[in-house]
């Protein structure tokens, strides 16, 4: 009896040690075909709203984890992603680093210049820190156009692209292939966060600052580590799309970029990564699709979040996982 029941235990393992295989056999077929197959099937122009579409979802991971997770609502996801372009830009244009010199400085300035920000949070909530922090972005954007002699004012600068051992990667397709890695290292670190201890106190931050207190955390240090994990991800969009462009200016880091921001995560889940990354491959295709219809793409996402709230209201991640769920 005892030999049998060692028996089925035995196989039951060998079962999930099988499925384990397969799911991640499925993961690093995926991940090889993401990998490989844009760049050879794919016109510069899509592979170029592909990178736009990355940069986009760093920007919403980040942006989602203070607001629909931790439910700060703080309006400076522009201001944090003009800070990540503005010195990746500034130490390669100015300080003749390279991209990868300068992709970390920026992530590190973004980083604590949201942790710094935090600080309001500590003390104003709600409608308050929203206003704030938009102060913040509107101040950011008023000093990159009167920083001449750093900034280059409103006539912007010209950025370098990346080289690796001297080669330039100048085409969308090379772009590409260094964006991609970088985006899925982001949500790796960011499922990884999400899933443990302090994902957890994310969470309780947004459900109750009293209990989270109770409990013996304080909510302000909890506060400060979610506004630098967005201001980490925004610095990496910022100096990624500054790499796509080639060029950046003042009025590209305004408050359209966290409006944006907020509808793409809206449309794809408050507080949810797949609706994140959901969220900001619609909104990237809207953007683009409609980029030459001055008015139409407003028009576009209002359409879009009506649809999504009437249709949806748990947003495209929602949706999946009702249909998960009831099957």
């Given at each position: 009896?005892?030999?049998?029941?060692?028996?089925?235990?035995?196989?039951?393992?060998?079962?999930?040690?099988?499925?384990?295989?397969?799911?991640?056999?499925?993961?690093?077929?995926?991940?090889?075909?993401?990998?490989?197959?844009?760049?050879?099937?794919?016109?510069?122009?899509?592979?170029?709203?592909?990178?736009?579409?990355?940069?986009?979802?760093?920007?919403?991971?980040?942006?989602?984890?203070?607001?629909?997770?931790?439910?700060?609502?703080?309006?400076?996801?522009?201001?944090?992603?003009?800070?990540?372009?503005?010195?990746?830009?500034?130490?390669?244009?100015?300080?003749?680093?390279?991209?990868?010199?300068?992709?970390?400085?920026?992530?590190?300035?973004?980083?604590?210049?949201?942790?710094?920000?935090?600080?309001?949070?500590?003390?104003?909530?709600?409608?308050?820190?929203?206003?704030?922090?938009?102060?913040?972005?509107?101040?950011?954007?008023?000093?990159?156009?009167?920083?001449?002699?750093?900034?280059?004012?409103?006539?912007?600068?010209?950025?370098?692209?990346?080289?690796?051992?001297?080669a330039l990667l100048a085409a969308p397709g090379q772009l590409y292939l260094?964006?991609?890695?970088?985006?899925?290292?982001?949500?790796?670190?960011?499922?990884?966060?999400?899933?443990?201890?302090?994902?957890?106190?994310?969470?309780?931050?947004?459900?109750?600052?009293?209990?989270?207190?109770?409990?013996?955390?304080?909510?302000?240090?909890?506060?400060?580590?979610?506004?630098?994990?967005?201001?980490?991800?925004?610095?990496?969009?910022?100096?990624?799309?500054?790499?796509?462009?080639?060029?950046?200016?003042?009025?590209?880091?305004?408050?359209?970029?966290?409006?944006?921001?907020?509808?793409?995560?809206?449309?794809?889940?408050?507080?949810?990564?797949?609706?994140?990354?959901?969220?900001?491959?619609?909104?990237?295709?809207?953007?683009?699709?409609?980029?030459?219809f001055p008015g139409l793409r407003e028009l576009g996402y209002g359409l879009c979040l009506m649809a999504?709230?009437?249709?949806?209201?748990?947003?495209?991640?929602?949706?999946?996982?009702?249909?998960?769920?009831?099957?």
């Open positions: 009896m005892q030999s049998s029941d060692s028996l089925a235990g035995s196989r039951e393992q060998a079962a999930k040690m099988r499925g384990r295989m397969a799911v991640g056999g499925a993961w690093i077929l995926a991940a090889a075909g993401l990998f490989l197959l844009p760049p050879s099937l794919f016109s510069d122009y899509q592979l170029y709203t592909l990178n736009l579409a990355l940069v986009n979802i760093l920007l919403a991971v980040g942006l989602n984890l203070v607001i629909g997770v931790a439910r700060q609502f703080a309006l400076f996801t522009g201001a944090l992603f003009g800070i990540g372009a503005y010195v990746s830009g500034i130490c390669q244009v100015r300080y003749g680093l390279s991209f990868f010199a300068a992709l970390p400085l920026a992530v590190a300035v973004a980083t604590v210049a949201s942790a710094a920000i935090s600080l309001i949070a500590w003390r104003a909530g709600d409608l308050y820190l929203a206003m704030i922090t938009f102060g913040f972005g509107e101040i950011f954007q008023f000093v990159l156009v009167h920083a001449d002699s750093l900034t280059n004012g409103p006539d912007g600068l010209a950025i370098p692209r990346p080289a690796v051992a001297g260094l964006f991609l890695p970088l985006t899925v290292l982001a949500l790796i670190a960011y499922r990884y966060i999400e899933t443990g201890s302090l994902g957890r106190l994310f969470v309780a931050l947004g459900d109750s600052e009293p209990a989270l207190a109770s409990i013996g955390y304080d909510h302000r240090v909890i506060k400060t580590a979610a506004f630098a994990i967005q201001g980490a991800y925004a610095g990496l969009a910022g100096a990624l799309f500054a790499a796509a462009v080639g060029f950046i200016d003042p009025y590209s880091f305004g408050l359209s970029v966290t409006l944006q921001q907020l509808a793409a995560i809206a449309i794809g889940g408050f507080g949810s990564l797949a609706g994140s990354v959901l969220g900001s491959v619609t909104m990237t295709l809207v953007d683009r699709v409609l980029i030459d999504v709230f009437l249709i949806f209201p748990g947003g495209l991640a929602g949706l999946f996982s009702r249909r998960r769920s009831s099957t």
